[in-house]
């Protein structure tokens, strides 16, 4: 019997090409395969949401190859209310699972998470590799919805029950497409909580030395604290997807009420009740919100500081507002539910720390302002990517301060003014720290640099895109736009069809900007100017390694030593003004 | 995974090599590291198996929190909750799994023995190793035994809530059982092999693992003595 030392994790180096490209052990090519799959799922869900906003302004108009998709669904390629929303429900869970928890927390985590803290890979590989391709058996379960007999489900991303729950006769899309999402999620669950158990591993016990808690880099401590969120929430979400599944497949009554009549068959259910799916589902679901964005918010903090040559105002602060944020987030659930007719008291309950959790947020953006006053930012694409990060949080962020506030949220929530709310908060947001992250990274995953210029126009065109999509739809929300109706052609909304045009092009607009991004990925991917090792001077131990993309082992056998923490900027020594983690140096004084 | 032996670095081995930096070199040179004066460099690592039980732990803890909670709620939600009376062969199946876990015990101190050669014999930790693989299948049995004795009594999974959450208690808790008897089969696997053997890690992290459904289980019965 042996006792490990510590941070010499091994497997030897892939030898087969099975095990270097597809089942492997590496936590890069583990990264790269969660990134690609959020990148299918990405440009998956951004074609549905055309074809929602197509419908909403020329409902009549047919789309070409839909109807080869679903002959139910979108007869003649024109898509029913029923249809619309299914691809509403596909949209939702594509973007919330499969990118905007894989892009930011799976698929950079897994890359530069070890290399950052100075270990050769995750704690655990091989239930690394499992994660992975637990996820894309999730995915491809989901997608498969799109093929079955009666379609997609249109529950919803939140599948609330008894709709989710009953079964075929509810609608197109309840019988075997909702069990294909019940299961594709619960398998997403088991595949999450691998994941996070690996991270809070490998960062507890797999640190080189030197390499103390304090030292580590925020985007580090972001994937930490988000792992940590996401063990107890999606620990949570697996045992309610399984309640799920039996009530539609076992004839359980977890979350079926007595006496159900839907489409002239009564139910053969009792004492269900569907609120307590809500309140499962939003345990987790809250916490997502957070699993999505702390990622974005480290990754976007790591290359500011990098860009300003100076540390932030106070990083610690930072760390422990993210901290604050994680524990908050298990105690706003309810705030999802003031229309469920729960008591005003209780409302009372979850408002206070929905909006408690704005103060360590408004702190946090406090700290980013106040260090980039005065900062000679370094202008390039990841920076600003991160400046539209920061301007999309906050621009989403204060219409949170509104729908925290129940009396105020039982007139917004059904409406568009929530859908406009969570885009940019949660969803643009993060989308942006996934761009800063790429353009950051590329060189060291490639090798190779991307294009700048072509990133500039990138992020002026989807800067301007995004506001253009969702700021409207608070105009919409406050009109009483209400959300989840698919044509708006014969009732009080007419007025505001105008709005709604003007969203559509400026969404068929964004997403044809994003294929700029797709073509500067492949493009430079192969014919990008060969990247040097630390093309940004950046201090972290992702830019010690011995070439670009690093070796299987991360350091090519040798063990760094840390003697810094990552804010050495602005100072004088032998490589400019900074000193690597690594280096042993004194800081000079401040050039 | 493989988490394997290292000898300890010496301190010449683990100086840092140059980075990799291409800044400006900044004319700045005779930065000669003074180790006094520098931030204290200490080694940060610990054992990743151990960290990983307990935060496995601690997410099946949190998922039959979330079940238990669902049950408080199901049953104050409607008035079709009606008591059952809980198959006796529970409080059997109870007393093997405890037993087994002090077999499991037994059977830690055994190898710790006789990896320090105070034990000569790999029999007699093997024994016991062997009779908590064979308690746990008295266990697993044993429940699949009252499952019977349930559908005997007319009450099938959707019958009523209360069977309902008898039968996903006790299933999801069983499914971690046989998880917890892979782990032993790899614990005996290693403890037998030569070329792959076993770490005190890995034991400890099985040893963890099955205490822990033990008291689960004992806290799985009593909340649902009390509310079926």
Same mark, same amino acid.
């Given at each position: 019997m042996s006792e490990a030392s510590a941070h010499v994790v091994h497997h030897g180096p892939p030898t087969s090409f099975i095990r270097k490209h597809v089942f492997s052990l590496d936590h890069k090519v583990i990264g790269k395969q969660y990134y690609a799959l959020a990148l299918v799922a990405v440009f998956t869900g951004m074609v549905l949401s055309w074809i929602m906003r197509i419908h909403l302004v020329w409902p009549n108009a047919p789309i070409p190859l839909l109807g080869l998709l679903s002959k139910v669904g979108a007869p003649g390629g024109i898509v029913t209310p029923e249809y619309y929303l299914s691809l509403m429900t596909m949209h939702g869970t594509l973007m919330v699972f499969f990118v905007l928890t894989n892009a930011p927390f799976a698929a950079f985590g897994n890359y530069f998470l070890p290399i950052q803290i100075g270990a050769e890979d995750m704690a655990f590989p091989r239930f690394n590799m499992m994660s992975f391709w637990t996820t894309f058996i999730a995915f491809c379960i989901l997608v498969a919805a799109f093929f079955v007999p009666d379609g997609p489900p249109l529950s919803g991303w939140t599948a609330y029950a008894p709709l989710s729950a009953i079964g075929k006769d509810t609608g197109p899309g309840e019988g075997l497409g909702q069990t294909l999402w019940a299961l594709s999620i619960f398998v997403f669950c088991i595949a999450s909580l691998l994941g996070s158990l690996n991270f809070i591993a490998t960062t507890l016990d797999l640190r080189t030395k030197g390499m103390t808690l304090a030292r580590m880099p925020i985007v580090s401590w972001a994937w930490f604290i988000t792992s940590c969120i996401a063990l107890l929430a999606f620990a949570v979400l697996l045992p309610a997807c399984l309640l799920l599944i039996l009530d539609r497949a076992a004839g359980t009554s977890f979350f079926i009420p007595s006496g159900l009549n839907v489409s002239d068959h009564l139910q053969p259910h009792q004492g269900g009740s569907p609120l307590l799916w809500q309140h499962l589902f939003w345990f987790f679901g809250h916490p997502e919100v957070y699993i999505a964005i702390l990622p974005a918010i480290g990754i976007v903090s790591h290359i500011l500081i990098c860009n300003m040559r100076k540390p932030m105002l106070s990083h610690k602060t930072i760390i422990y507002c993210m901290m604050g944020i994680g524990f908050l987030s298990y105690m706003v659930w309810g705030h999802h539910m003031f229309l469920s007719g729960m008591n005003p008291f209780s409302a009372l309950v979850f408002s206070f720390p929905t909006l408690m959790i704005t103060i360590p947020a408004t702190i946090m953006t406090l700290i980013w302002l106040g260090s980039l006053y005065g900062s000679n930012l370094r202008i390039n694409s990841a920076s600003l990517f991160s400046i539209g990060f920061i301007s999309m949080f906050v621009s989403g962020g204060v219409s949170g301060f509104f729908l925290a506030q129940p009396s105020i949220d039982i007139y917004l929530h059904a409406t568009y003014f929530v859908v406009g709310h969570f885009h940019m908060v949660m969803g643009v947001a993060a989308i942006m720290g996934v761009f800063a992250g790429t353009y950051f990274w590329f060189p060291k995953m490639t090798g190779r640099m991307m294009s700048e210029t072509l990133g500039k126009w990138h992020f002026f065109f989807t800067l301007i895109g995004t506001y253009a999509i969702f700021m409207p739809f608070h105009y919409l929300g406050l009109a009483g736009? #209400?959300?989840?109706?698919?044509? *708006?052609?014969?009732? *009080?909304? #007419?007025?505001l069809i105008p709005v709604h045009k003007f969203i559509t092009y400026a969404a068929l607009f964004t997403g044809a900007a994003q294929l700029i991004f797709i073509f500067n990925l492949i493009y430079s991917r192969f014919k990008g100017a060969p990247a040097p090792d630390n093309p940004w001077e950046c201090t972290s131990l992702e830019w010690s390694t011995p070439s670009s993309p690093p070796p299987f082992d991360n350091f090519g056998g040798q063990h760094l030593v840390v003697y810094h923490d990552p804010h050495q900027y602005g100072v004088k020594s032998s490589t400019g003004d900074y000193l690597m983690q690594t280096s042993p140096e004194r800081a000079g004084e401040t050039p | 995974m493989a988490t394997t032996l290292q000898p300890p670095q010496t301190e010449a081995e683990r100086q840092p090599r140059s980075h990799s930096g291409t800044g400006s070199g900044g004319g700045f040179h005779g930065s000669v590291p003074d180790r006094r004066s520098l931030p204290a460099v200490k080694d940060s690592s610990g054992e990743p198996t151990r960290t990983g039980i307990w935060v496995g732990l601690s997410a099946i803890a949190m998922m039959f929190a979330a079940l238990t909670s669902a049950l408080y709620v199901r049953e104050g939600a409607a008035t079709d909750w009606h008591h059952i009376v809980l198959p006796p062969i529970l409080w059997f199946n109870t007393l093997a799994l405890i037993a087994s876990s002090i077999a499991l015990e037994v059977a830690r101190r055994r190898i710790a023995a006789f990896m320090r050669g105070q034990e000569g014999n790999r029999s007699v930790p093997m024994l016991w190793l062997q009779i908590t693989m064979l308690l746990g299948l008295v266990f697993v049995v044993g429940q699949y035994l009252a499952w019977l004795n349930l559908r005997s009594q007319g009450l099938y999974l959707p019958t009523n809530p209360n069977s309902s959450f008898f039968y996903v208690f006790t299933g999801v808790h069983v499914l971690h059982v046989l998880g917890g008897l892979g782990g032993l089969t790899r614990v005996m696997l290693k403890f037998h092999s030569t070329t792959n053997p076993l770490r005190r890690s890995t034991l400890d992290a099985t040893s963890y693992y099955w205490h822990f459904m033990g008291m689960l289980w004992i806290y799985l019965l009593f909340v649902l003595w009390m509310k079926l």
């Amino acid at each position: 019997m042996s006792e490990a030392s510590a941070h010499v994790v091994h497997h030897g180096p892939p030898t087969s090409f099975i095990r270097k490209h597809v089942f492997s052990l590496d936590h890069k090519v583990i990264g790269k395969q969660y990134y690609a799959l959020a990148l299918v799922a990405v440009f998956t869900g951004m074609v549905l949401s055309w074809i929602m906003r197509i419908h909403l302004v020329w409902p009549n108009a047919p789309i070409p190859l839909l109807g080869l998709l679903s002959k139910v669904g979108a007869p003649g390629g024109i898509v029913t209310p029923e249809y619309y929303l299914s691809l509403m429900t596909m949209h939702g869970t594509l973007m919330v699972f499969f990118v905007l928890t894989n892009a930011p927390f799976a698929a950079f985590g897994n890359y530069f998470l070890p290399i950052q803290i100075g270990a050769e890979d995750m704690a655990f590989p091989r239930f690394n590799m499992m994660s992975f391709w637990t996820t894309f058996i999730a995915f491809c379960i989901l997608v498969a919805a799109f093929f079955v007999p009666d379609g997609p489900p249109l529950s919803g991303w939140t599948a609330y029950a008894p709709l989710s729950a009953i079964g075929k006769d509810t609608g197109p899309g309840e019988g075997l497409g909702q069990t294909l999402w019940a299961l594709s999620i619960f398998v997403f669950c088991i595949a999450s909580l691998l994941g996070s158990l690996n991270f809070i591993a490998t960062t507890l016990d797999l640190r080189t030395k030197g390499m103390t808690l304090a030292r580590m880099p925020i985007v580090s401590w972001a994937w930490f604290i988000t792992s940590c969120i996401a063990l107890l929430a999606f620990a949570v979400l697996l045992p309610a997807c399984l309640l799920l599944i039996l009530d539609r497949a076992a004839g359980t009554s977890f979350f079926i009420p007595s006496g159900l009549n839907v489409s002239d068959h009564l139910q053969p259910h009792q004492g269900g009740s569907p609120l307590l799916w809500q309140h499962l589902f939003w345990f987790f679901g809250h916490p997502e919100v957070y699993i999505a964005i702390l990622p974005a918010i480290g990754i976007v903090s790591h290359i500011l500081i990098c860009n300003m040559r100076k540390p932030m105002l106070s990083h610690k602060t930072i760390i422990y507002c993210m901290m604050g944020i994680g524990f908050l987030s298990y105690m706003v659930w309810g705030h999802h539910m003031f229309l469920s007719g729960m008591n005003p008291f209780s409302a009372l309950v979850f408002s206070f720390p929905t909006l408690m959790i704005t103060i360590p947020a408004t702190i946090m953006t406090l700290i980013w302002l106040g260090s980039l006053y005065g900062s000679n930012l370094r202008i390039n694409s990841a920076s600003l990517f991160s400046i539209g990060f920061i301007s999309m949080f906050v621009s989403g962020g204060v219409s949170g301060f509104f729908l925290a506030q129940p009396s105020i949220d039982i007139y917004l929530h059904a409406t568009y003014f929530v859908v406009g709310h969570f885009h940019m908060v949660m969803g643009v947001a993060a989308i942006m720290g996934v761009f800063a992250g790429t353009y950051f990274w590329f060189p060291k995953m490639t090798g190779r640099m991307m294009s700048e210029t072509l990133g500039k126009w990138h992020f002026f065109f989807t800067l301007i895109g995004t506001y253009a999509i969702f700021m409207p739809f608070h105009y919409l929300g406050l009109a009483g736009n #209400v959300r989840r109706y698919s044509a *708006f052609t014969d009732d *009080f909304l #007419v007025p505001l069809i105008p709005v709604h045009k003007f969203i559509t092009y400026a969404a068929l607009f964004t997403g044809a900007a994003q294929l700029i991004f797709i073509f500067n990925l492949i493009y430079s991917r192969f014919k990008g100017a060969p990247a040097p090792d630390n093309p940004w001077e950046c201090t972290s131990l992702e830019w010690s390694t011995p070439s670009s993309p690093p070796p299987f082992d991360n350091f090519g056998g040798q063990h760094l030593v840390v003697y810094h923490d990552p804010h050495q900027y602005g100072v004088k020594s032998s490589t400019g003004d900074y000193l690597m983690q690594t280096s042993p140096e004194r800081a000079g004084e401040t050039p | 995974m493989a988490t394997t032996l290292q000898p300890p670095q010496t301190e010449a081995e683990r100086q840092p090599r140059s980075h990799s930096g291409t800044g400006s070199g900044g004319g700045f040179h005779g930065s000669v590291p003074d180790r006094r004066s520098l931030p204290a460099v200490k080694d940060s690592s610990g054992e990743p198996t151990r960290t990983g039980i307990w935060v496995g732990l601690s997410a099946i803890a949190m998922m039959f929190a979330a079940l238990t909670s669902a049950l408080y709620v199901r049953e104050g939600a409607a008035t079709d909750w009606h008591h059952i009376v809980l198959p006796p062969i529970l409080w059997f199946n109870t007393l093997a799994l405890i037993a087994s876990s002090i077999a499991l015990e037994v059977a830690r101190r055994r190898i710790a023995a006789f990896m320090r050669g105070q034990e000569g014999n790999r029999s007699v930790p093997m024994l016991w190793l062997q009779i908590t693989m064979l308690l746990g299948l008295v266990f697993v049995v044993g429940q699949y035994l009252a499952w019977l004795n349930l559908r005997s009594q007319g009450l099938y999974l959707p019958t009523n809530p209360n069977s309902s959450f008898f039968y996903v208690f006790t299933g999801v808790h069983v499914l971690h059982v046989l998880g917890g008897l892979g782990g032993l089969t790899r614990v005996m696997l290693k403890f037998h092999s030569t070329t792959n053997p076993l770490r005190r890690s890995t034991l400890d992290a099985t040893s963890y693992y099955w205490h822990f459904m033990g008291m689960l289980w004992i806290y799985l019965l009593f909340v649902l003595w009390m509310k079926l």
